[in-house]
């Protein structure tokens, strides 16, 4: 019997595979997995998702105009340079699909989102990988794998999942030794928890030059992961394209309207970063307390050294974890074997999973 045939190179992807969600037996979970914003969604934004009900037979705004215009409004930007999707992701597979293919390559870095190669390899282009300096995103590193076959450079500012970033002046240096056909992609998904003041999601990289994009997400600070809703900023001409490759109803009705509200509700916003600043903060000196080595994190999580050898490695400290109903992220995927990525939670979940740890970090085995 003969069935049909995917592409060359389909069945050679691995599926992402998103943060632990559940423990069996175990009624309460502290879900740390997913960088979910500990604080939620804006009641302003649950109360217009609710008001969508009334209308669900009707087709959502293809165009998300309403949506747009509160971008444009908020960040300054021009309105025909914003596109939305059905969450970022979106985003990034049609920016591929539109710009690489077979014969053609798609540079992350070393500890990169792996929505990237992920994306490369279902569009037929090869992925290539840039090393990275303590964890760090290194411009050198990616100019020196950039070769005539590159067509996309991804750089996650801050990263996902070691929470580091460059300054807007490397980001800069990276786009000006660039070749002017490679597109160079900043995903923005943890900008808005981000107040250093040598950082840029790179907005005027994308009204300078013709080869930039910024994507940006609701999932994280905005907390409306459930929704699927993401958003961008390039030059027209890259709308245009986006256009072109989308659904015509890619972002429903109450993703669009929640987002809008949620986007105007800059005290909740500002308030869900204010818990983000307090509680990193306390993560990081209670893992100073305990000894345990972290990568120094500008998101809404923090990548904790367990190690690899002896009984407290990061897969028994996920195990051991899991039983007390605690669920960090195993980041092996990202080439990350000993560590464990913890999302800032609530103080009840942060407290419980510290605990959790120091109770692993205290046995003598490990179990």
Not at 290 to 319: D, K, W, Y
Not at 339 to 359: C, P
């Amino acid at each position: 019997m003969t069935t049909p045939t995917p592409i060359e190179g389909i069945l050679n992807i691995t599926p992402y595979v998103g943060g632990d969600a559940t423990a069996e037996g175990l009624a309460r979970i502290v879900k740390l997995s997913s960088n979910e914003a500990a604080t939620g969604a804006s009641p302003k934004a649950i109360a217009a998702f609710r008001a969508v009900a009334d209308n669900l037979h009707r087709y959502p705004d293809g165009g998300c105009a309403d949506l747009r215009a509160g971008l444009a409004e908020m960040h300054g930007l021009n309105i025909n340079g914003i596109i939305c999707g059905n969450g970022s992701d979106e985003i990034i597979s049609h920016l591929i699909h539109s710009y690489a293919g077979a014969g053609d390559e798609v540079v992350y870095t070393e500890h990169g989102f792996l929505m990237y190669p992920l994306g490369a390899m279902a569009s037929g282009a090869t992925p290539v990988k840039a090393a990275e300096d303590e964890f760090t995103a290194s411009v050198d590193a990616i100019l020196a794998v950039v070769t005539e076959r590159t067509k996309m450079v991804f750089l996650a500012n801050p990263n996902n999942p070691t929470g580091t970033y460059l300054p807007l002046s490397e980001v800069e240096r990276l786009r000006a030794q660039l070749p002017e056909t490679v597109l160079l992609v900043i995903d923005d998904a943890y900008a808005e928890f981000v107040s250093r003041n040598d950082y840029s999601p790179g907005i005027e990289l994308v009204e300078a030059h013709d080869n930039v994009v910024m994507t940006r997400t609701f999932s994280k600070i905005y907390g409306l992961a459930g929704l699927r809703l993401g958003w961008a900023y390039c030059p027209e001409e890259i709308a245009m394209v986006y256009h072109r490759v989308r659904s015509p109803f890619n972002v429903n009705a109450a993703a669009q309207a929640a987002g809008l509200a949620a986007l105007q509700d800059v005290a909740h916003t500002d308030a869900a970063r204010a818990h983000n600043d307090r509680w990193l903060a306390w993560w990081q000196d209670e893992c100073r307390r305990l000894r345990l080595q972290f990568i120094p994190s500008v998101g809404n999580f923090l990548t904790v050294h367990f190690g690899t050898q002896g009984p407290h490695t990061a897969g028994a400290a996920a195990e051991f974890l899991r039983r007390r109903g605690i669920l960090p992220r195993g980041v092996a995927a990202y080439g990350l074997e000993a560590y464990l990525r913890f999302t800032i939670g609530l103080e009840e979940d942060n407290r419980a999973a510290i605990a959790a740890v120091e109770e692993f970090l205290s046995t003598t085995d490990g179990v």
